[in-house]
C-alpha cells in the first residue's frame, strides 16, 4: 500500500509579522517600562511591587503578540520554501513557547516574593532574570527582524 504525504514547510508573511510586530504599542511600552523599573531606583521592595504587576501586564501582552504572530505572520505551505527561511522561521516561532514558559516563571517568582515578603538578595535575583529574559526577547525579536528581511528579500526575487 502506498502512503502519500503532505509536505508543509513553514515560513513568514513579512508584511504580517512586520505590522503585528509594530502595532502592539502596550507590548513595547510594557517592556520598557519593565526596564526602567530594573534600572531605576527605589527601594527594593518597591521595585519587586512595579515587577509584580508588570511582568503580569508583560505576560499577558507577549501571549496576545506570539498568538498574533503564529496566526498571521508564520505560514504553513506546500510550497517549496528557501531552505534558510524554513529554517529560520522554525527557529523563531519555536522561541515564542520558551519565551513564554521562562516570562511565566519570572511571574511565579515575582508573586511568591510579593507574598513571603521582599528579602533584598531575592528581589536582585527577580531584577537579574527579568534583564536576562529581555535579553532573550531582544535576541528574539532581532531573529524575527531578521527573518522578514530575509523574506521581504526572497520576494522581491
Sequence with gaps: ?????????????????QEIK???RELWDTL????????????RAEIAKRLVRLL????DHLS??????ESYGYLECPAVVERR???AAE????????????????CELAEELQYRGFVANEVERLIG?????DLDLQSHERCEDDLIEIAYFDLKR
Excluded: W, Y
Design 129 to 133: 532574570e527579568t534583564e536576562a529574559f
Design 22 to 24: 509594530e502595532s502592539n
Design 56 to 59: 503580569d501586564q508583560l505576560r
Design 85 to 87: 527561511i524554513s529554517e
Design 91 to 106: 527557529r523563531a516561532q519555536a522561541q515564542h513557547c520558551r519565551l513564554f514558559l521562562q516570562l511565566t516563571d519570572l
Design 32 to 43: 520598557h517600562a519593565v526596564r526602567q523599573t530594573c534600572d531605576g531606583g527605589g527601594s
Design 64 to 69: 496576545l503578540q506570539f498568538a498574533l504572530e
Design 1 to 17: 500500500m502506498l502512503m502519500r504525504t503532505k509536505v508543509r514547510t513553514l515560513t513568514v508573511n513579512p508584511a504580517f509579522l
